[in-house]
């Protein structure tokens, strides 16, 4: 097996000149925005560290409480997952199925102020090669926890961009072992990337890492115990 070359990354932010100032802006330039801007309003919101706001965890959602003041909009747009959809055309269809079904709701236009518009911009993934090697799953263990934010996107969320099997880099690496990390397989594959932190994120996947290669008999304590950090 090759080993698991340790990346971070970084997005550089592209301004492309267009932008909306009503419901109905925003859904016509939904219908042909390259699908570049879709994943950066979702997953880039991750790697902003100014957006605290998870209740509206994409812009669109956040756009639409904020500057529409459209709180029924917002909240069904905020419960979307991006990680349900199989590629980003879906999730695109799904925006409009949605900004459409709130027009026919209401005949009320709404319009943010002139310095509140939605711009859509896009984003470049920039990735830096940190050296760091590993030889074994196991080692995982320690490196997960050291390992950045950006490191954290990269390998867990952008991964599933890439082909040819569209899965987080753990879950391919570890499935080069063959059969022997299937359970660890299954318990990556529950974690929804998405609705929280890259900081719980990153936590989370630690944990998953450290009960897997704990100990059989510590192993079978801790889950009479329940799950604890």
Known sequence: MEEFAIKDCALA??????????????????????????????????????????????????????????????????????????????????LIEIIDERLDETEVTLAARADQLFHFTRSVI????????????????????????????????????????????????LMGFGPEYQPLCETLAEIDPYFESLFVLRTRLARAFKQYFRPPGKRRAQAGQGDTP
């Open 13 to 94: 932010t592209i301004a492309i000149g267009r932008h909306a100032q009503t419901l109905r802006e925003l859904r016509d330039i939904l219908r042909d925005i390259h699908p570049g801007c879709i994943y950066h309003h979702f997953w880039g919101t991750l790697m902003r560290p100014e957006f605290y706001d998870r209740e509206y965890n994409n812009d669109f959602a956040a756009w639409c409480h904020h500057s529409l003041h459209d709180n029924r909009l917002a909240e069904r747009l905020a419960v979307v997952d991006p990680a349900d959809y199989p590629d980003l055309e879906a999730l695109r269809q799904e």
């Open 126 to 173: 920039v990735v830096f090669d940190t050296h760091r090697r590993l030889a074994h799953p196991q080692e995982l263990v320690t490196a997960l926890p050291q390992m950045s934010v950006g490191s954290i996107f990269y390998h867990f969320i952008d991964a599933r961009r890439r082909e040819p099997i569209g899965v987080d880099d753990f879950r391919a690496w």
